[in-house]
């Protein structure tokens, strides 16, 4: 049976408001719940960025969901912060927590004042971050002095079930790295033949564990609301991926995605009234092996999305990847 989570969007909504709505999720019948975990909105129009980790604690309080955040340990968090944090997290809900580490982007990593690295050094560090994690995790006292130093770190509230990290991966390549350490792969939707081959070069890489993919759509009661909503909200994802990584203000993005047309952003995702286009898709996702599909509703209104698909795409698509 697939697992059909709900994503909570901080960059589009204040952190109350989204603890409202993964609690209304979990009601309305979802099986999970994940977040981002940004400094920074894509864009102005979003205009929000509350604090991952302070949310996921009153979430996991407020819901028996597992649930877990794509974060980028490195350089906004140090690696022994980290640690400390999922260790944390783990204690306290044990077998509900789960964290996806990537190589981050220039827009939430910026803030420290520190160069940006090209990606070849940045997936280097998240190597060398993941390893200290590890071992931190693991009661081991670590001092490294690499990529990131680390002066006789130890954690000391463990939790007994050490928290499952998955990576973060857009790529076949990167998907083919993060296999040697990752405890399962998280992506976003991509064309159907491209997230095939992202999920064999993972798995003929040795990569073991779930494969999660996120999956952006927008839903309103017309096409062409959906669209409008798409196009207001989420219109960064006409940007390419590694250049997405390097552009560091919401207003970069805005002015990269200022002439683009509803049109133009309804091609990057399924943005449509007819739940039955969206359970299309996602059944389609599903049956490629997918263990997780996380749901992203790109608007502001999470509710009457989540009470419209809970109905008319949940039941099926939980029994798509039978």
């Known amino acids: 049976m697939t697992i059909v989570g709900f994503h909570a969007s901080h960059e589009q909504l204040p952190p109350s408001r989204l603890l409202d709505a993964v609690k209304r999720a979990?009601?309305?019948?979802?099986?999970?719940?994940?977040?981002?975990d940004h400094f920074e909105p894509w864009s102005v129009r979003q205009g929000h960025s509350g604090y991952a980790w302070s949310w996921l604690g009153a979430a996991l309080e407020a819901t028996s969901l597992p649930l877990g955040v794509v974060t980028a340990p490195g350089q906004r968090y140090h690696a022994a912060i980290a640690a400390q944090k999922l260790a944390t997290l783990a204690?306290?809900?044990?077998?509900?927590?789960?964290?996806a580490l990537g190589s981050g982007e220039a827009i939430n990593e910026h803030v420290t004042g520190t160069a940006w690295p090209a990606k070849e050094e940045r997936d280097a560090r998240l190597t060398e971050v993941v390893d200290?994690?590890?071992?931190?995790?693991?009661?081991?006292?670590?001092?490294v002095d690499g990529r990131i130093r680390v002066d006789r770190a130890r954690v000391w509230s463990l939790p007994d079930v050490t928290p499952p990290l998955l990576a973060a991966a857009v790529s076949t390549e990167t998907a083919r790295d993060v296999a040697a350490w990752a405890d399962g792969v998280i992506t976003v939707d991509q064309p159907r033949d491209a997230l095939r081959e992202f999920i064999d070069v993972y798995r003929d890489a040795g990569g073991e564990g779930p494969i999660a993919v996120q999956v952006h759509l927008s839903w309103a009661r017309t096409d062409d609301e959906a669209i409008a909503i798409a196009h207001d909200q989420w219109r960064q994802s006409l940007v390419p991926a590694h250049l997405?990584?390097?552009?560091?203000?919401?207003?970069?993005f805005d002015a990269r995605t200022a002439d683009a047309s509803?049109?133009?952003?309804?091609t990057t995702l399924i943005a449509s009234a007819d739940t039955g286009r969206h359970l299309d898709h996602l059944t389609g996702i599903a049956e490629l092996g997918v263990d997780r599909i996380f749901l992203h509703h790109v608007?502001?209104?999470?509710h009457g999305f989540i009470?419209?698909?809970?109905?008319?795409?949940?039941p099926d698509l939980k029994e798509a990847g039978r």
């Open 91 to 99: 204690e306290m809900y044990p077998n509900r927590f789960w964290a």
């Open 132 to 143: 200290v994690i590890r071992r931190l995790l693991a009661g081991e006292e670590v001092s």
């Open 244 to 252: 997405a990584w390097e552009l560091d203000r919401p207003e970069d």
């Open 262 to 266: 509803p049109e133009q952003v309804a």
């Open 299 to 302: 608007g502001t209104e999470q």
């Open 307 to 314: 009470d419209e698909f809970a109905e008319h795409v949940l």
């Open 26 to 36: 979990e009601a309305a019948g979802f099986d999970a719940a994940m977040c981002s």
